[in-house]
C-alpha cells in the first residue's frame, strides 16, 4: 500500500474543482474547493479527473496542474491557516484588524 500524501490529494483536487484562474480565488475559496471536491469525488475520484485530463489535453493539464500547485502552496502556508483561524475566532480578518 503507498502512503497518501496529503499535498498531493489537494493538487488534484483543486484541479478536479470548478474553480477557475479567472474566479481569482483566495487561499478560504481554495480550501473550500478542496473540502468540497474530495468530498464529492472522494481521493480516487480526483486523481481518476485529473488522470482524464491529462490523458485528453495534456498541455492544458499541465498547466491547470502548475496553477493548482501554487495556489494550495498558497492556501496551506502557516500564515493563511493563521488568518482563517483568527477570523472564525474573532470575526475578522488579520488585514482588518491591522487597518484599524
Not at 497518501?4 to 475559496?29: G, I, K, Y
Not at 478542496?34 to 495534456?58: K, Y
Amino acid at each position: 500500500m503507498s502512503r497518501l500524501d496529503v499535498n498531493a490529494v489537494r493538487c488534484e483536487a483543486l484541479f478536479a474543482s470548478h474553480l477557475q484562474r479567472s474566479d481569482q480565488p483566495t487561499p478560504a475559496d481554495v480550501r473550500l474547493a478542496i473540502i468540497r471536491t474530495v468530498r464529492d469525488l472522494g481521493n480516487s475520484g480526483c486523481a481518476a479527473r485529473v488522470a482524464q485530463e491529462f490523458g485528453d489535453h495534456p498541455e492544458v493539464a499541465a498547466q491547470r496542474m502548475q496553477w493548482a500547485r501554487r495556489l494550495v502552496d498558497l492556501a496551506v502556508s502557516d500564515s493563511a491557516v493563521a488568518a482563517a483561524i483568527h477570523t472564525l475566532r474573532y470575526g475578522h480578518s488579520l488585514a482588518a484588524a491591522s487597518a484599524a
